[in-house]
């Protein structure tokens, strides 16, 4: 089994607790309460295209405050994937989602990093269309152009979620 460490960055409240709870727990809680610092969870999977290999991710859930900015290198500077939210009714979340990217190329480079950019909370797009502040087009443009794995996911549905680690999964075994 191979292990490898995932750590999660993002804006405060752009649902990264959420997508790890679902991905761990498959589960959705709307009144969870915010994380401190950082949490820990752990999850195995199979990757869909290599059926012989399992995995263990190790993840580290970053709180988005800026308060806990200045912990991040704690948590990154040894991981093998970065999975970077951003909330697809927030365009702030966005530039901020894009600022954790300039730092980790900067600061970390992107040869010995997975980085995914996954935009969160497309449930309240399907509920309500002009709910949408950031087009998909525009996020997977710039992904595309910075060389990141991107998604567009619903931790409350689950819609998109097991398929970001999946993908995580299968770049991180793939580099090894
Ligand atoms: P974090 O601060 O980035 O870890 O965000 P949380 O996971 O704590 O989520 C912040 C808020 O957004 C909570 O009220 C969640 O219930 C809500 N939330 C998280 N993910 C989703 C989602 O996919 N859809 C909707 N509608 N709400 C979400």
Redesign the pocket.
């Known amino acids: 089994m191979l292990q490898f460490k995932l750590v999660?960055l993002?804006?405060?409240?752009?649902?990264?607790?959420?997508?790890?709870?679902?991905f761990v727990k498959d589960s959705?809680?709307?009144?969870?309460?915010?994380?401190i610092g950082a949490a820990f969870l752990s999850q195995t999977i199979k990757l869909e295209k290599h059926p012989d290999v399992t995995i263990k991710f190790e993840i580290w859930?970053t709180?988005?405050q800026e308060r806990y900015k200045s912990l991040a290198p704690m948590y990154y500077r040894n991981a093998n994937a970065a999975l970077i939210?951003y909330?697809v009714t927030q365009p702030g979340s966005l530039v901020k989602a894009q600022s954790w990217v300039e730092e980790l190329k900067n600061k970390v480079g992107d040869q010995d990093l997975v980085i995914c950019l996954a935009g969160?909370?497309?449930?309240?797009c399907d509920e309500d269309a002009t709910a949408r502040e950031v087009e998909r087009e525009d996020a997977q443009l710039y992904a595309k152009e910075q060389g990141l794995l991107f998604y567009e996911?619903?931790?409350?549905?689950g819609a998109g979620v097991s398929a970001i680690f999946q993908e995580i999964g299968e770049k991180v075994y793939q580099k090894k």
Do not use: C, M, P
Request: proline fraction near 0%; hydrophobic fraction near 30%.
């Open positions: 999660l993002g804006d405060s409240s752009v649902g990264k607790s959420s997508i790890v709870h679902r959705f809680d709307e009144f969870r309460e915010s994380t859930d709180a988005g939210v909330d969160n909370k497309v449930d309240l996911a619903s931790a409350k549905t």
